[in-house]
């Protein structure tokens, strides 16, 4: 068991981390951190859902006040800042095309951190819209298997595929 929490831990740190800088390493006499940042890691993965929710809605003034809350949350967690200042951006505006972009870069970070997550209490699922990012693509998470894009809402609700399950 402490070998996979190890393992987690690992895969936490490096996850936000920009590339370029290497993750501390961390020994079994660090378990109460090592339990602190999974913790917070759930946080970060509960206030991503609630952003994306919104976006599913076309709702930039919730997106803002969600995008807030994801901000306080991956600050909490160590070389996650470039992640922190892109949910900030998202926050500072209502203007939903800009929090979409905005969202598509903070999965790109926060999607590794939670594939860091073992055995988490449901599935977690990575989905993918083809469509997205000028025709190259991107990765949201969700905790239902049913497609519902955060990258165009209404206007293709079910764009896209689950391309992992994280259990």
Not at 19 to 39: F, H, P, W
Not at 120 to 140: D, F, H, L, R
């Amino acid at each position: 068991m402490k070998k996979y929490l190890f393992i987690s831990v690992i895969a936490l740190l490096s996850a936000c981390q920009p590339s370029g800088k290497k993750s501390e390493t961390i020994t079994d006499t660090k378990d109460a951190t090592s339990n602190a940042q999974l913790t917070d890691t759930a946080k970060v993965y509960n206030a991503y859902l609630k952003v994306k929710d919104h976006l599913v809605k076309t709702d930039g003034k919730a997106v803002q006040q969600s995008a807030d809350s994801l901000a306080q949350t991956l600050s909490a967690i160590k070389g996650c800042k470039e992640a922190e200042e892109l949910a900030t951006k998202m926050a500072a505006t209502n203007d939903i095309k800009s929090q979409r972009t905005l969202f598509l870069q903070v999965s790109q970070d926060v999607i590794p951190l939670v594939k860091g997550i073992k055995n988490p209490q449901s599935p977690i699922y990575v989905a993918y819209c083809p469509m997205t990012n000028e025709g190259k693509g991107g990765y949201w998470l969700s905790a239902q298997k049913e497609i519902k894009n955060p990258y165009y809402g209404d206007e293709m609700l079910e764009c896209g595929e689950v391309k992992e399950e994280i259990k």
